[in-house]
């Protein structure tokens, strides 16, 4: 940990030397999905924990989305990977879309969730399996909110240039305390590639700096 990091449940990591941190894994209250050789997921400080490839990629916060009560995978992943998910105890649902990459298009935490009109279609599928109300929004003129945002259940750090409209609509959504605009890796606005995030702990990538991890320090931890 770094002596710029604001609290002891942020800390920084690369997977494999790539600062996109975000598409390697997904983190939820009570699991964490990774894929081969991920080392850092100590900091959200669930009790389950599978390794696994997804859609036979490495790219596992790419493809996977989800909150405590499910994690969403696309219908491109292989019969080993679900075995895999099985075997590890998670709850998990194949969602039929031909848009795989959940994870870009789906920002949730276990009280809402905001989702790609691409995927208007499984609205009420991924209500449903979620167990939580759900919403269509983009953010900054982007598609998809999974990309352009970090959340938890207090906050969510949001697209450099989303505006007040769609952050309130997320913040009601997701029914959160603090919503913010912010960065990471240096000036990324597509601050979902750069991090992960639950109620236990964040990782941001190496090359996210001190004043980026405050911001997500102070919208996203709470100090109570």
Known sequence: MNGDDFCLNIERYDYLGNTNTGFYATATNNAVVVPPKFKAYDVFETEKVVETYIARTRLVGLFTAGNSNCILVPDTVTSREKAKLEESGIDFHVLDTKNTALG?????????????????????????????????????????????????????????????????????????????????????????????????????????????????????????
């Open 104 to 224: 870009n298009m789906i920002l949730a935490n276990d009280k809402g969730a905001v989702i790609s009109e691409n995927l208007e279609a499984s609205k009420q599928e991924i209500e449903e399996v979620l167990d939580v109300p759900v919403g269509i929004v983009e953010i900054a003129g982007v598609t998809n909110p999974g990309v352009c945002g970090l959340a938890n259940s207090k906050g969510a750090v949001l697209h450099r240039e989303a505006s007040e409209e769609e952050a309130k609509k997320i913040k009601d959504v997701l029914e959160l305390e603090d919503v913010d605009i912010g960065t990471t890796n240096g000036g990324s606005p597509f601050v979902g590639a750069g991090a992960i995030a639950n109620d236990q702990g964040i990782l941001v990538s190496e090359n996210t700096t001190g004043p980026e991890v405050g911001r997500i320090d102070r919208t996203l931890v709470d100090r109570d």
